[in-house]
């Protein structure tokens, strides 16, 4: 099981001072699960807050369960818990949320000062909803992150379309040096919003899709759903994306 160094809920404490982050949760020990760096040991910091709100969403404790922590105080956690060790053993980092995006200035300065502490520079994966552009005050972010894990949400996850779909967002992240966009496959019907609303449009080059089965326990991600959407993303000449820690761990959180 993973190393938890914040627990949701456990810091009632707030430390603000200077740039800070909402905090939800930090563990390490644990395996990216999914997309194209599955199967990498790494540490999740996960941010709390989201102004989406998908009807499957199954990262509950961001909505309230949240500290405030200063970037100081942050690093010093990840330096004094044995996280900095691990980071330059190579494990990734994984940024995710909620909605990192929201926190993107703060964030940048984490990185940047946990690179200060860190004597190989960590490998950053961040996981984005893919609605929040890279402002232009911002662009020293481009370059602290290494793997920009997009998973954009289509109409099925009951969200409006104005609040999920922003082709600014989407049209910005693809060019980044490394990005791949991970959509959440529920049925056939899916293939074509995607399609449609981001390959051909340009938003999206083919080669950066991945389709993953949608599913949240062992049993809904039954092996026919797996093979339906591997099929699907093989005839339509993309990437297919397991979920490695249901297939492992079931439902467990923290792994
Ligand atoms: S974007 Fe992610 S965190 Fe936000 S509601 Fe959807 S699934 Fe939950």
């Not at 004094?80 to 949320?97: A, M």
């Not at 793997?147 to 409006?160: A, D, F, Q, R, T």
Request: with cysteine; glycine share 10%; aromatic share 8%.
């Amino acid at each position: 099981m993973a190393y938890y160094i914040i627990r949701p809920g456990e810091h009632a404490v707030e430390d603000a001072a200077g740039t800070s982050l909402a905090v939800c949760e930090v563990f390490a020990d644990a395996v990216q699960g999914e997309g194209v760096y599955a199967g990498c040991p790494a540490v999740f910091l996960r941010l709390s807050g989201c102004h989406l709100g998908c009807k499957w969403c199954d990262t509950m404790d961001i909505w309230n369960k949240s500290c405030r922590l200063s970037v100081d105080r942050l690093v010093g956690i990840f330096k004094d818990g044995g996280i900095v060790s691990r980071l330059d053993k190579g494990h990734h980092l994984v940024v995710t949320g909620g909605a990192p995006m929201l926190q993107q200035d703060a964030l940048t300065e984490f990185l940047v000062s946990l690179n200060n502490v860190c004597r190989n520079r960590p490998f950053v994966e961040m996981e984005n909803e893919c609605t929040i552009p890279v402002h232009p005050g911002n662009s020293e972010l481009w370059g602290l992150v290494d793997s920009w894990n997009n998973s954009p949400k289509l109409s099925h996850s009951g969200v409006p379309d104005a609040k999920r779909y922003n082709p600014e967002a989407i049209g910005q992240m693809s060019l980044a040096r490394e990005a791949w966009f991970k959509f959440v496959v529920g049925g056939e019907d899916d293939w074509a919003e995607i399609e449609d609303g981001f390959i051909v449009p340009g938003y999206v080059r083919r080669s950066q899709v991945l389709l993953m089965p949608e599913g949240q326990t062992r049993s809904q991600l039954s092996p026919e759903k797996k093979q339906a959407v591997l099929e699907m993303a093989v005839r339509h000449d993309v990437r297919y994306a397991g979920r490695l820690q249901i297939d492992v761990y079931d439902n467990r959180k923290g792994v």
